[in-house]
Every structure is written in structure tokens, then in C-alpha cells.
């Protein structure tokens, strides 16, 4: 490896290890979820926007196998194919994480909070989807659509932030849990976030896009493209995880925290 490679290299681990280390894991939505359970409102407002922001999930990844295709890139093309069918059940229908995500946050609303069902595709029509969950769909399908290294430092930001989102998710449908039944809870709701928390899945996704950008960081201008790719994305999620938290506090009549994150570069 040549000193201007090493160098390279060297930069870009430093990034990936500031990543792990962001902000947004300690941010207001998560820290509140962690508090308070929901209500009605609340959790209408969870359901509806988390639905429409995780939608684009499956998009975003078939995006990364054409592009990949494109541009000959066999090792981010295989790794990002097995994710993509992992995320649409590997063939099967009924063990798409899409229905298992619908199938599991209405069971809980019908139990918990006597609501009616949304599916999926119809969140995008919810009355309860905020400005900022449209422009993070906006902005994450603006960089995707960019830079090819621009798009890998974007797919690994999101696979960073999933595992632990994902968990901060879990702990509050546990907090929330008052009348469904346990066994049940744990068989229907719980076992769409274990599927993705606990097997190590979103690890290992995570691990798999940070090795597709060290496979394309190349040159200088590929590291600034990943690391602009990475932190615009980290900026979006971080205005819609406000956003929900104010939206939250204001449907629970609570203050809004004085401490509310406000840049995150």
C-alpha cells in the first residue's frame, strides 16, 4: 500500500469510527420513547411515519443492486442482492419484512390503542405523516440518485443507524405493552424487531456496506463524496427524529426539552 493510500485508508476509518459514535444515537425521539409510553396519538404518529420513512428501505437497496450492476461492482452487487432478499423474504411472500413490520405495529394498535389498521403503501396518505419524513424520503432518494460513492456512504449510514434505531424501537413497544397478552406480544409484535436485533442481522448488513466502501475508496474525492454521502443522510434522519419528538411532546402536553440537538455535522 502506497503512503497517499495509507493515508487514504486512514481517513477513512477515523470517519466510520465517528459514525458509530454519532449524535443522532442519543437523540430526543429515542430518549423521550424511552420515557413515555404512547397514547393513541402518539403511536398513530409513530406507526404512520416510520412506516412511510422504512417503505423506502426496500427501494433504496434494489437501487443499490442496479447501480452496483452497472458500474460492475460484483462484490457490492452480491452482498446488497442477499440483503435485498433478506428484506423480501427470501422468495417468500410472507416472510417479507414489510408485512412482518404491518402485521406486528397493527396487532399492537388494535390491542393497545383500539386502532384501525394502515397498511404500508397507504401511509404516505396518513394525515399524521410529517414535513420532515418528506423530506427525508426526498433527500435520501436525492443522494441514492447522486455519485456512486455518494450513494454507498449513504446505504452504510443507514445500515449503521438501524440496529440501534430498531432497539430503541423495541424497547418502547415493551414500555407501551399494558393489554397484550405477553406470549403473544413476543410471538407477533416483538419478533418483527428480534428478527433484525438479535440475529445480528442489521450488523451485519451494517458490516457489508462499510466493506463496499472500503472496496470503492479509491481517491480523495471518493472519501469526501462517502463521508458527504454519509453525514447529509445522518442530517436528514436527525431533523425527522426532532421533528417527531416535538410533534410527541406537543400531543402529550409536555415541554419540549431545552437540550434538543441542532446540529449534527
Not at 477513512?12 to 397514547?39: G, M, R
Not at 399524521?128 to 454507498?152: G, K, N
Request: glycine fraction near 4%; charge should be negative.
Amino acid at each position: 500500500m502506497s503512503s497517499g493510500s495509507h493515508q487514504l485508508s486512514g481517513k477513512l476509518d477515523s470517519f466510520l469510527t465517528e459514525l458509530e459514535n454519532h449524535p443522532i444515537f442519543e437523540n430526543t425521539y429515542f430518549k423521550h420513547l424511552a420515557t413515555y409510553p404512547w397514547t393513541p396519538a402518539t403511536y398513530e404518529l409513530f406507526r404512520a411515519n416510520f412506516f412511510y420513512r422504512t417503505e423506502l428501505t426496500v427501494k433504496g437497496i434494489a437501487h443499490v443492486c442496479a447501480r452496483s450492476a452497472a458500474v460492475n461492482d460484483m462484490d457490492t452487487l452480491i452482498l446488497f442482492s442477499y440483503i435485498l432478499g433478506e428484506e423480501t423474504g427470501m422468495g417468500n411472500k410472507a416472510h417479507c419484512h414489510e408485512i412482518f413490520m404491518e402485521n406486528a405495529l397493527n396487532l399492537f394498535g388494535a390491542r393497545e390503542y383500539n386502532l384501525e389498521p394502515l397498511k404500508v403503501q397507504d401511509a404516505k396518505n396518513s394525515p399524521d405523516i410529517i414535513p420532515e419524513t418528506l423530506a427525508y424520503r426526498e433527500r435520501i432518494q436525492a443522494l441514492i440518485s447522486d455519485s456512486y460513492p455518494r450513494m454507498l456512504g449513504v446505504v452504510m449510514a443507514l445500515e449503521t443507524h438501524a440496529d440501534r434505531m430498531l432497539t430503541a424501537f423495541r424497547e418502547a413497544f415493551r414500555l407501551s405493552r399494558t393489554h397484550l397478552d405477553e406470549a403473544q406480544y413476543k410471538k407477533e409484535v416483538e419478533v418483527y424487531f428480534n428478527a433484525h436485533v438479535d440475529n445480528g442481522v442489521e450488523e451485519r448488513h451494517a458490516a457489508d456496506a462499510r466493506n463496499c466502501v472500503l472496496n470503492n475508496c479509491l481517491t480523495q474525492s471518493d472519501l469526501n463524496e462517502i463521508i458527504y454521502g454519509a453525514t447529509e443522510m445522518f442530517k436528514a434522519q436527525q431533523a425527522m427524529w426532532l421533528a417527531m419528538y416535538r410533534k410527541s411532546a406537543e400531543l402529550d402536553a409536555l415541554p419540549v426539552s431545552v437540550q434538543e440537538e441542532s446540529s449534527y455535522a
